[in-house]
DNA sequence: TTTCTTTCTCCAGTGGTTTTATTAAGTTTG
DNA sequence: CAAACTTAATAAAACCACTGGAGAAAGAAA
C-alpha cells in the first residue's frame, strides 16, 4: 500500500447509498412511532412524507425486531381501518450510571427510561483510585444480580467534568480527583458490554429533549446548579461537546473581576457566588457571626448541620429576610452569567436544574424578570428559562438518553 | 383536505431517497475537487471511499455544468496517465454585498471569490430608511453596468447586527438605525435576482472556513473587534445563528458588573471597553484633558482627526506608554470575554479580526498569553486565538462564502 | 514486442424507493 | 341490504443510484 503523495485537505464524510437511505428512513419512522404512537402505518406515510410501502416494508423489520407491536385498530371515516402501531420499550434494557460527588446511582432501565431495579450507593467521600474501584465494584455486583444480559444495549455512564466521550476518559474532575481515567475501557473489559460515557449536563439535555417536555427544541442550554454549575447544550439537534469534550464549564464563567479565589486558580468565577456551599456558608456566618434572626434557625432546630437546600428553599418561600437577601444576590449573579449566553448563543430555550430552582417558581419568575430586563431589547420577546422537566430520576434518565439518541437518532457522523 | 385530528410532535425531517444519495456524493465529489484540484477520478474513489464508476458518472454531469473541467494528464508510475480535474470557477458569478456603519461595498466575484468589479461607496453617515434607499440604489446602479445576468448565482448581503437569514430580515442594528428592513424582499423584487442576507461576522466565518486557512475546523469562533464587537461561530461544520438569528451578540456580555451605560441599555458591556470610539476617547482625554506625552501626538501632527487604528496599532508597536496602558486595558477586557467563551463553548480555534488586531501580533500574542492563564488547566493547551486569514477584502469573501457554503456543501436539512 | 499497471468506462446486478395496481375491510347511502 | 364509496395495507413492476467485474485505453517496464 502506498501512501499517497500529497497531503490531503479533507475531513472523512460519510458517502451516500443504499445503507444510508434506509437507516435513515427506518430511524425517522421509529422516531415517529415512538413520539406519535399509536399510530398507523398509513399516517406515518402522510406525517413525513414518505411512500406506504416504504413504512410498511420498514416497520416490518422493526417489528420482527420486536421494537414495535401491532396493538388493535383505530377508527375509520369509511374505510378499513389502520392497524395501529405502538412503540415496545421492554424488548431491551440499559444500564445507567450516574457518578455524583455524593453517590453513585446505577439502575436497570427499560427503553422508555422506566427504571426496573436501583441501586444508590454512597460515596463515601471517596476519591481518586478509590472511587473508580467503587464504581468497578458497583457495576459488578449490579450486574451479577441482573439475569439475562442478553438483551442488554450497554451501560450508560454519566459524570460531572470534562469527559472525552469519544474515547471514554474523564479527562478532568477536581472535586473526585480524577484526571484521564479511561472508565469506559475499564468497565467494558469487566463486563463485556458495551459501554458510553459522557458529562452529566449533557445527558441531561439529551434527556429533557428525548424523554422531557423540550422534545420540539433543537437547540437547548442547560445549565444546572449544585455543588458547582454545569451546563450542556444542544445545538441543531446534538449534543455539542468542544473541543476534546471540555465545553460547558459555565460554573468557571468570571462574574466578579477580582473576587472570590476559585479551586481552578481564577478569581470571580460564578460558580463561588451561587452554589450550595456557598449559600450554606452565608447562612452559617449570618446566623453564628453576625447572630441574624432567620426561620432556618427554628427550621434545623438549631442544628446546621441539617441545613440541606430544600430547607433554604422552604425559607425563601416563607418570606425569610435572610434567606431572600441571599437569593437576590444569587439571581443577580446568575441573571449576569444567563444574559452573557443568551447574548452570546440565543438558545430557543435555557432549562434550570438544581436542588435551589427544584419546586422553587418564585427563582424561575425573578430569573426570568431578571434576565429579561438585562438582554438587550430585541431580545425579550425570546428570553425562555424553564425548569427541568424530568422530575427526580433525571440523572438515571439522563444515561439512559446517551444511548437511546446514539441508537434510535439517526446523525450523518 | 382534512386537517389531523391530533397534534403531531414531528419537526420536519428530510427522508431518504435516491435524489438524497447523488445529491450528497455530488456535493462531497466537487468540493473534493476543488479543494484538492488538480486531481484524478480515480484519486477521488480513493480519497472519499466511493467506487470509481460513481466518481466518473458524477464528474462527467459536474463537467456537463461547467463548473469542473478536464485539465491535462498527470504523472503515473506504470500505467495509463491519469486525466486531472480542475474546479473551474468562472462559469459562473456571484454579486457580494458588504453594509458597514461606514461603506456599502458591492462586488462581482467568481466561485473563488476572486474580485472582477468592485464599487465602494460611503454611507456618508446615512441611516434608516435613507440608507435602505442608498442600498437599493447602488445595487441597481452596479447591475445595470453588469452584462451578463444569466450565469449570476445570486446577490449575497451581508449586515452587522441581528439578521433573521431565513427570511431575509436584518431584525436591529441601532447603528444604522434599522429595525425589521425585509432586505432580502427589497433587492429581489427589483432585480429578480435570488437575494442572500446573513449577518457579516455569521459570513466571515463561513469565508475563513471556506477561502481561508481554517477549513480543517469545524468548530469555530469569530470576533471582531471594530465600532462594535460582533461574534459568529460555526458548530459542527454549520453556522449557528441562534433563536431568530441572535446570537453573536458578544459586544454586549456584560464585562464590568455596574459598569458603563451601553447604548443597549445595561452597563458594562465588553464592547464599550473594547471597541474604537473607546480607544479613541481615552487618548483624546489623555492628550488634552491630562496633557500625557505620547508618541501620538506627533504621528498625527497635532491634528486629533487623522486619529485612526493603525495609528494607535503603530504606537503601541513603537512602545508608546500610553498605547500599551491602553492595550492592557483592551487585553484585560478581551481576554476575560474570550476565557469565558471557552469555558462554556471551547471551539476548536478562535479567530480575531479587527483594524487594532490586524498587522499587530503584538496583541495577538498578548491574549493568547492572557487568556492560557485565565482559562481552567486543563484547558490550557486548548487555546488556540489567530488572526484573521483573509486579507483586506474578506468582507467581500464573507458575502460570496454565504452562497457558495449554501450551494456546495451538502446539507441534511 | 510482450507483459504489467493504472485509469477510465460499460454493463449487469443489487437493493433501496416509488408508482401503480390489487386486495382487505370497512362506512355510507339510496 | 346491496351497491358505491373510502381508507389501509400490500404486491408487482418500474426506477434509479451505487457496486463490482470485465474490458478498453493508454502508457511503463522488461
Not at 406525517?47 to 410498511?56: G, K
Not at 474515547?167 to 479511561?182: D, E, F, M, S
Request: charged share 20%; net charge negative.
Amino acid at each position: 500500500m502506498k501512501e499517497p503523495e500529497r497531503g490531503y485537505m479533507m475531513l472523512k464524510q460519510r458517502t451516500g447509498d443504499l445503507k444510508l437511505i434506509q437507516e435513515l428512513n427506518r430511524s425517522i419512522i421509529l422516531d415517529t412511532i415512538r413520539k406519535n404512537g399509536p399510530i398507523s402505518r398509513s399516517e406515518i406515510a402522510k406525517l413525513i412524507n414518505i411512500s406506504p410501502t416504504t413504512v410498511t416494508s420498514a416497520v416490518s423489520e422493526i417489528i420482527s425486531e420486536g421494537l414495535v407491536y401491532e396493538d388493535g385498530v383505530g377508527t375509520s371515516s369509511g374505510g378499513r381501518k389502520p392497524v395501529l402501531l405502538r412503540f415496545n420499550p421492554d424488548t431491551h434494557s440499559i444500564i445507567g450510571v450516574s457518578i455524583t460527588n455524593s453517590y453513585i446511582r446505577i439502575a436497570d432501565m427499560n427503553l422508555e427510561g422506566k427504571i426496573l431495579k436501583k441501586v444508590v450507593h454512597p460515596t463515601n467521600q471517596l476519591k481518586g483510585h478509590e472511587i473508580i474501584e467503587l464504581i468497578l465494584d458497583v457495576v459488578d455486583q449490579f450486574l451479577m444480580q441482573k439475569a439475562d444480559l442478553d438483551y442488554c444495549q450497554g451501560i450508560s455512564i454519566i459524570s460531572p467534568g470534562i469527559v472525552d466521550a469519544e474515547n471514554g476518559v474523564i479527562t478532568y474532575n477536581t472535586k473526585l480527583n480524577l484526571y484521564g481515567i479511561p472508565l469506559k475501557k475499564l468497565i467494558e473489559e469487566k463486563t463485556n458490554l458495551p459501554v458510553f460515557l459522557d458529562n452529566d449536563a449533557n445527558a441531561f439535555v439529551l434527556a429533557e429533549n428525548y424523554f422531557g417536555l423540550f422534545s420540539k427544541y433543537k437547540d437547548i442550554l442547560y445549565i444546572t446548579i449544585g455543588e458547582g454549575v454545569g451546563s450542556g447544550m444542544m445545538v441543531n439537534g446534538s449534543i455539542y461537546r468542544g473541543f476534546l469534550g471540555s465545553s460547558g464549564e459555565m460554573g468557571h464563567t468570571t462574574i466578579v473581576d477580582g473576587g472570590l479565589k476559585c479551586s481552578c486558580g481564577n478569581r470571580g468565577c460564578l460558580e463561588n457566588y451561587v452554589n450550595w456551599p456557598a449559600i450554606y456558608s452565608r447562612i452559617v456566618t449570618a446566623i453564628i457571626s453576625q447572630n441574624r434572626d432567620t426561620v432556618i434557625k427554628e427550621m434545623v432546630s438549631g442544628d446546621l448541620t441539617r441545613l440541606k437546600p430544600d430547607i433554604f428553599v422552604e425559607a425563601v418561600n416563607r418570606q425569610d429576610d435572610l434567606a431572600w437577601e441571599i437569593m437576590e444576590d444569587i439571581l443577580n449573579y446568575l441573571s449576569i452569567a444567563i444574559t452573557n449566553t443568551i447574548h452570546f448563543f440565543n438558545p430557543e430555550v435555557i432549562i434550570l436544574s438544581g436542588e435551589i430552582v427544584q419546586d422553587n417558581p418564585l427563582f424561575l419568575d425573578a430569573i426570568n424578570e431578571k434576565v429579561v430586563r438585562k438582554v438587550i431589547p430585541t431580545l425579550r420577546d425570546q428570553v425562555n428559562i424553564q425548569s427541568t422537566s424530568l422530575g427526580s430520576e433525571f440523572e438515571l434518565l439522563g444515561a439512559a438518553a446517551v444511548i437511546l439518541h446514539g441508537k434510535f437518532k439517526f446523525q450523518m457522523m
